[in-house]
């Protein structure tokens, strides 16, 4: 079993700022690919970016050049940070563990956080 726990969010005004951080409870926690989705109000969760045990990353277009994910293997922590915030990023942001070869479709065991709220002020 593995547990995530988001902190990081809030209320940032556009073209800010944040860092969200994943702790992760567990073994293995280096093996795993570790992600970030988030969902918008009245809109499905979507893929924001992963990163794998050789730290290979991915990002989802939308956020490409304005994000990035790292991991400390050390500590079981993922970070995501984001910049040049815009209000279209306002969504629930949720860390995701999975064990797959695919990085940005977690499988149906996956493992997720209760998510942490950014919104973004224009």
């Known amino acids: 079993q593995v547990q995530l726990v988001e902190s990081g969010g809030g209320l940032v005004q556009a073209g800010g700022s944040l860092r969200l951080s994943c702790a992760a409870s567990g073994r293995s926690f280096s093996s795993y690919i570790m992600a970030w989705f988030r969902q918008a109000p009245g809109k499905e969760r979507e893929f924001v970016s992963a990163i794998n045990w050789g730290a290979i990353t991915r990002y989802a277009d939308s956020v490409k050049g304005r994000a990035t994910i790292s991991r400390d293997n050390a500590k079981n922590m993922v970070f995501l940070q984001m910049n040049s915030l815009k209000p279209e990023d306002t969504a629930v942001y949720y860390c995701?563990?999975?064990?797959?070869?695919?990085?940005?479709?977690?499988?149906?065991?996956?493992?997720w956080g209760q998510g942490t709220q950014v919104t973004v002020s224009s």
């Open positions: 995701a563990a999975w064990y797959s070869s695919t990085m940005s479709t977690p499988p149906k065991g996956a493992y």
